[in-house]
Nanobody, 122 residues
Framework: QVQLVESGGGLVQAGGSLRLSCAAS????????MGWFRQAPGKEREFVVA????????YYADSVKGRFTVSRDNAKNTVYLQMNNLKPEDTAVYYC???????????????WGQGTQVTVSS
């Protein structure tokens, strides 16, 4: 099973930026999809974005479209989430996850990282 480790979280003021990283323990293969999710206190986990490992096809939640950008470095087995123009409502623990299948299906992720905290102050 793929092990995932997130990093890059922190405290930032509204309007600021952060870049999260998700490193996979092994090389991911052609039909893998990497996803980012977040969970705020007292709320359910929410889909943020998914990216196909080889083709780079992306699918964003409406709430982050235009502000967040996902990318991947195949050589480093790492996926990045660049978050710009952060808002207080983006405050959450951010998790990366991996599955096989379609980027457009936000379910079915089986391996999860431990999460990294993002706090946006107003």
């Amino acid at each position: 099973q793929v092990q995932l480790v997130e990093s890059g979280g922190g405290l930032v003021q509204a309007g600021g930026s952060l870049r999260l990283s998700c490193a996979a323990s092994e090389r991911t293969f052609s039909n893998y999809v990497m996803g980012w999710f977040r969970q705020a206190p007292g709320k359910e986990r929410e889909f943020v974005v998914a990216v196909s490992w080889i083709a780079g096809t992306t699918y964003y939640a409406d709430s982050v479209k235009g502000r967040f950008t996902v990318s991947r470095d195949n050589a480093k087995n790492t996926v990045y989430l660049q978050m710009n123009n952060l808002k207080p409502e983006d405050t959450a623990v951010y998790y990366c996850a991996v599955k096989r299948g379609s980027v457009y299906n936000t379910g079915g992720f089986g391996s999860w990282g431990q999460g990294t905290q993002v706090t946006v102050s107003s």
